[in-house]
C-alpha cells in the first residue's frame, strides 16, 4: 500500500516539474511517520513546506497536489463504501443508512463551499487570488481523463490492498468478519483519520473500527482487541519506514550543504 501511494504522489507531485521519484518517496514515506507521531496532520504541513524547498515549486502547486490526493482518497473510499453497504443493505440496513447521510453530507457541504466562493471571489485580496490561480493552475495539470483515470485507479487499488489486510488481521484474531464487513470497517476507520486529531489517529481510528466491529456483533473486548492490533499493523511499518526515509533525506541535505560550502 505504501508503494503504491508513493507513485501516485510523485505522479502528481511530479506534474509539469523535473521531481525524483525517489526522493518525493522519501518525503512521502517521511511525512506519514511524522503524521503518526505528531498530532493534527503535522507530516502534511512538513511535507508542504519540505516539497516547495526542496524541488522548488510553489506553495500553491504543492497544496493543489495535496488536495487531488485527498479528492481522490475520497472518491475511492467513498465508492468503496457504497458498494460494500449497497452489498450489505438487504442484510443489515446499513447501506441505504449510509449512502443517505454521506450523500446528503456531501452535497451540503460542496454547496456551501461554492456559494463562498461565487459569493466572496471579488472581494479577496490579490496575495489569495493569485494562490488561487496557481492553486487552479496545479489541479489543471491533472485534469486530463487519463491522469485522472490513473489516479483514481491507484488509489482504488491501494485503498483495497488495505480492506485485505484489515481482513486478515480480522482472521488472525479468529473473527468472524467477511470480507464486505472488514472493507467497510476499513472505509469507515480511514475517514475517521481525515479529521486532524492525535498522533497517529489514537482514538479517532481505534474508536471506528471499535464502532464497526460492535456493529458485526463481536464483543466488546474482542473489537478493542482488534482495533489496537490493526493500528499497529498499520502504524509501525509505515512509521519505521518513514523515520528511514528522513534520515536519508538529512543525510542527502547535509552533504549538499557541505559540498555547496565547499
Not at 32 to 51: E, I, K, Q, S, V
Not at 104 to 125: E, N, S
Not at 158 to 185: N, P, R
Request: net charge negative; hydrophobic share 50%; aromatic share 10%.
Amino acid at each position: 500500500v505504501g508503494s503504491e501511494m508513493c507513485i501516485r504522489d510523485s505522479l502528481i507531485t511530479m506534474q509539469g516539474a523535473s521531481v525524483d521519484f525517489s526522493e518525493s518517496a522519501r518525503v512521502f514515506l517521511a511525512s506519514y511517520a511524522f503524521n503518526n507521531l505528531m498530532p493534527l496532520r503535522a507530516g502534511d504541513a512538513w511535507r508542504w513546506y519540505t516539497t516547495t524547498q526542496r524541488f522548488d515549486l510553489s506553495g500553491a502547486s504543492v497544496l493543489g497536489a495535496l488536495f487531488l490526493e485527498r479528492v481522490a482518497d475520497v472518491i475511492a473510499l467513498g465508492f468503496l463504501l457504497v458498494l460494500c453497504a449497497l452489498y450489505m443493505g438487504s442484510k443489515s440496513g446499513l447501506g441505504s443508512e449510509l449512502i443517505d447521510e454521506s450523500g446528503v453530507a456531501l452535497l451540503l457541504v460542496g454547496c456551501v463551499v461554492l456559494w463562498l466562493v461565487i459569493r466572496f471571489r471579488h472581494k479577496l485580496p490579490h496575495v489569495i487570488t493569485d494562490f488561487l490561480s496557481q492553486f487552479q493552475a496545479s489541479l489543471s495539470s491533472t485534469s486530463s481523463p487519463r491522469e485522472l483515470s490513473v489516479l483514481l485507479l491507484l488509489s482504488m487499488f491501494g485503498w483495497v490492498c488495505e480492506g485485505l489486510l484489515f481482513h486478515c488481521c480480522m482472521h488472525a484474531l479468529g473473527l468472524s468478519i467477511d470480507a464486505v464487513q472488514s472493507g467497510i470497517t476499513m472505509a469507515v476507520s480511514t475517514f475517521a483519520t481525515l479529521v486532524p486529531s492525535s498522533p497517529g489517529h489514537l482514538g479517532t481510528f481505534d474508536y471506528a473500527v471499535h464502532s464497526c466491529l460492535s456493529f458485526w456483533g463481536v464483543s466488546k473486548s474482542m473489537a478493542t482487541a482488534a482495533a489496537l492490533f490493526i493500528h499497529i499493523v498499520l502504524w509501525l511499518p509505515i512509521t519505521f519506514a518513514g523515520l528511514v526515509a528522513f534520515i536519508t533525506l538529512s543525510k542527502a541535505c547535509l552533504l549538499y550543504t557541505s559540498d555547496a560550502a565547499d
